[in-house]
C-alpha cells in the first residue's frame, strides 16, 4: 500500500542520513518527494537514484525559502530535517561557560531558524488545502540538558516546543494542518562516523556509545523513516502537537538488573 500516494513531500536535509531515508521511504510509499539540502552534489544524486525533484536550499536562508515558495507552491507534507550539531568542522566548545556566541548562533540558525522557516512555508503553501502534515525531526537531545553540546540541545528543545505552536495555531484556524516531532537518539548516520572511525576497535566503540540504551544498539536511519511517513499519511489523521521518541528505550530509564 502506498500511503502517500499524490502527495507532494518537501524533506530539507534530504542529501544524506535521515533525511536521505525518509525520501527514499516517501518515493516508495507513493509521495511526490521534493529533495532539498544545501549539498548540490550530493542532492541531485538522491533524486536522480529515486526519481524525485532536487531544490538547492540553505534552511537559514529566508530568500531560499521565498525562492521554493516560488517553484513549489502547494505541498501536504513537509519535513523540517536539516540540522547540525556544530562540530562539522572539527571540535568547537559548545558547553555553556565556553561557547562562542557566533558558534551558538550558527547552530540556532540551521536548526531552529530553518525549522521555523520551514513551518512557515508550509502552513502557507497549506492553508489553501486546510490540510497536511508538517513534520520536525528534533532529538532525544532536545528532551534532556547536554553539557557538551549546549546550543544543539537548545535547539532541539525550541524546535519541540515551536512544533506544539505550529500545531495549536493550525487548530486554531480550523484547518487539519497536523504537526508532530519525532526524537531520535544514537541514530547511525554519517554524523557518528568521526567517532567511531574504522579501525579494529569500531565495534568496542559502537558498544559503548550505546551501553546505556536498554535495547544496546544504535537505531537506523530507516526507523526514524518509517515514523515519518506514519505521521505523513492519513493514518495519523488525529496526532498533533505530538512527540515520538526514537530512542531504544534511553528516556524510559534503565534496563539495569537491581541489585
Known amino acids: 500500500m502506498q500511503r502517500l500516494s ?18 527514499c521511504r516517501f ?54 530535517n536539516a540540522g547540525v550539531t556544530g562540530f562539522e568542522d572539527g571540535a568547537v566548545a559548545h558547553d555553556p561557560e565556553h561557547a562562542r556566541l557566533e558558534d551558538w548562533r550558527a547552530v540556532h540558525r540551521v536548526n ?17 488545502a486546510g490540510r497536511g502534515s508538517i513534520i520536525n525531526i528534533s532529538s532525544r537531545s532536545g528532551l534532556v540538558g547536554i553539557p557538551a553540546a549546549a546550543a544543539y540541545a537548545s535547539s532541539k528543545a525550541a524546535i519541540r516546543n515551536h512544533t506544539k505552536t505550529v500545531a495549536l495555531y493550525c487548530a486554531q484556524q480550523r484547518w487539519t494542518i497536523r504537526c508532530n516531532s519525532i526524537h531520535p537518539a544514537a541514530i547511525l548516520t554519517p554524523m557518528w562516523e568521526p567517532m567511531l572511525g574504522d579501525g ?34 492519513d493514518e495519523a489523521a488525529y496526532m498533533t502537537g505530538a512527540e515520538i521518541n526514537v530512542d531504544g528505550g534511553l528516556l524510559a530509564g534503565s534496563a539495569a538488573t537491581p541489585e
Open 27 to 80: 518515493q516508495a510509499e507513493g509521495g511526490n518527494v521534493i529533495v532539498t539540502d544545501r549539498d548540490e552534489t550530493s542532492g541531485l544524486a538522491l533524486a536522480a537514484e529515486i526519481g524525485a525533484r532536487f531544490i538547492k536550499l540553505d534552511v537559514g536562508e529566508e530568500a531560499d525559502w521565498l525562492r521554493l515558495a516560488d517553484l513549489v507552491p502547494r505541498v501536504d507534507v513537509m519535513v523540517n
Open 6 to 23: 499524490g502527495k507532494i513531500c518537501v524533506i530539507t536535509g534530504a542529501a544524506r542520513g535521515i533525511g536521505r531515508a525518509i525520501a
Open 200 to 233: 579494529s576497535d569500531r565495534e568496542a566503540r559502537m558498544a559503548a556509545l550505546v551501553a546505556d540504551t536498554p535495547l544496546r544498539r544504535f537505531g537506523m536511519p530507516e526507523e526514524v523513516a518509517a515514523i515519518a511517513a506514519m505521521l505523513a499519511s
Open 112 to 128: 531552529l531558524d530553518g525549522t521555523f522557516l520551514g513551518c512557515r512555508y508550509a502552513i502557507g503553501a497549506m492553508k489553501a
